[in-house]
C-alpha cells in the first residue's frame, strides 16, 4: 500500500489543521492506520491509532481531547483533526499502516510540516 499525506502547514497556537492520508490499493479496510510526528532532533513518536472500522481509537496522551483520528474506508482514507495546536506540536507528521494486534506499521508515507507558532 503507498500512502501520501497532505494538509500541513503553518498555523498559530490555538489554531487548527486537518491532515489527510491518502491510500493506494483495494485492501485499506485490512489495514489498521496511524499517524506518529517526528519533531527536530527528536524521535519519531506516536500520536494516533484507528482500528479496521473506525470504531476503536487511540492516541498519545498529550494529545487527547484535541486531535481526533478518523478514516473513510470507501475513500481509502485517513484523517488527522487537530485542534487547540501548541508549539508542542510542531513536527513532521506521518501517516502509516500496519496491523493489530499489537501496532505495527509496516507502511509508511512521506511526511506532512506542520508549524504551530506562538
Known amino acids: 500500500v503507498q500512502l501520501q499525506a497532505s494538509g500541513g502547514g503553518l498555523v498559530q497556537a490555538g489554531g487548527s489543521l486537518r491532515l489527510s492520508c491518502a491510500a493506494s490499493g483495494r485492501t485499506f479496510g485490512s489495514y489498521v492506520m496511524g499517524w506518529f510526528r517526528q519533531a527536530p532532533g527528536k524521535e519519531r513518536e506516536f500520536v494516533a491509532a484507528?482500528?479496521?472500522?473506525?470504531?476503536?481509537?487511540d492516541y498519545k496522551d498529550s494529545v487527547k481531547g484535541r486531535f481526533t483520528i478518523s478514516r473513510e474506508n470507501a475513500k481509502n482514507t485517513v484523517y488527522l483533526q487537530m485542534n487547540s495546536l501548541k508549539p508542542e506540536d510542531t513536527a513532521v507528521y506521518y501517516c502509516?499502516?500496519?496491523?493489530?494486534?499489537?501496532?505495527?506499521?509496516?507502511?509508511w508515507g512521506r511526511g506532512t510540516q506542520v508549524t504551530v507558532s506562538s
Open positions: 484507528i482500528r479496521w472500522h473506525g470504531s476503536v481509537t
Open positions: 502509516a499502516a500496519g496491523t493489530y494486534p499489537p501496532y505495527e506499521f509496516a507502511y
